[in-house]
């Protein structure tokens, strides 16, 4: 395991690779498709051009003001920060959680809504949109679900 310090910039510059690339991407897909606007990739994926106002999945779309989303992305941050601060086993998974957080409020400040594109299909049956800062969040909660696991178990032997 990396020293802490060392750990500290490696998820450092993946935050900042994230970000970089999840902005870069939705700002291409903003400059060359118009909402709506669907191509096809390959048989099972299509990049298309949606905005969501919700939260996953478009709950809650365009119930409120985009900046309540914004306030209440900041909060779960910070309270995640807080509380895994410590724990060196979750740093890596909770800069990929706040890459991707970060990546969807700078969508909600600069867009009025999150920049979705990425459209997994098998026929007519759609995956919800998504996008690299979703990708990032996934991965970062599934790193930490597994890692629970892992040091859950350690501590039972």
């Not at 051009?49 to 985009?66: D, E, M, Q, T, W």
């Not at 026929?123 to 629970?148: E, K, R, Y």
Request: charged content about 15%; aromatic content about 14%; overall charge negative.
């Amino acid at each position: 395991m990396p020293t802490s310090s060392r750990l500290n910039k490696l998820v450092a510059f993946i935050f900042l690779i994230i970000v970089a690339l999840d902005q870069i991407s939705k700002y291409w897909i903003v400059s060359n498709m118009v909402i709506g606007e669907i191509w096809e990739i390959f048989p099972f994926l299509n990049l298309v051009s949606v905005r969501n106002k919700g939260i996953s999945f478009g709950v809650l779309y365009g119930a409120l003001h985009p900046m309540i989303f914004v306030i209440g992305s900041l909060c779960i941050i910070a309270f995640l920060i807080v509380y895994y601060k410590d724990q060196l086993y979750y740093r890596l998974p909770l800069g990929l959680i706040v890459s991707g957080a970060v990546g969807n409020i700078i969508d909600r400040i600069v867009y009025g809504a999150v920049v979705d594109f990425v459209d997994f299909h098998i026929s007519t049956h759609h995956w919800p949109a998504f996008n690299l800062a979703d990708s990032a969040i996934v991965i970062g909660v599934f790193a930490m679900i597994i890692i629970s696991y892992c040091l859950e178990e350690n501590y039972e032997k």
